[in-house]
Nanobody, 119 residues
């Protein structure tokens, strides 16, 4: 079992960058694929990016491909989301989730961190 805790959300201008972190407690972090999701006001939560256990396989939503990069450090039990060239439509609460594989339903969720991009 892991408990993800997100951090790094902030208010940033369009075109700017942010790096989100997700620290997961527990000694089994490396056994989980990790993903980022986001939920904008009035919209459903949507997938952003996922990374497999070893960090070799990464997959992104089309809306963030080329701008966002997911990575992980298993020694630090942490997954990151580097976000560049941010757009106002990236404004959302960003959630980190642990799942048994990159295709399975998330098992454990963090509480989220707010990212606001001003135009």
């Amino acid at each position: 079992q892991v408990q993800p805790v997100e951090s790094g959300g902030d208010l940033v201008q369009a075109g700017g960058s942010l790096r989100l972190s997700c620290a997961a407690s527990g000694r089994t972090f490396s056994l989980y694929a990790m993903s980022w999701f986001r939920q904008a006001p009035g919209k459903e939560r949507e997938f952003v990016a996922t990374i497999n256990r070893s960090g070799v396989f990464k997959y992104y939503a089309d809306s963030v491909k080329g701008r966002f990069t997911i990575s992980r450090d298993n020694a630090k039990n942490t997954v990151y989301l580097e976000m560049n060239n941010l757009k106002p439509e990236d404004t959302a609460v960003y959630y980190c989730a642990a799942r048994l594989s990159s295709e399975s339903e998330p098992l454990y969720w963090g509480r989220g961190t707010q990212v606001t991009v001003s135009s």
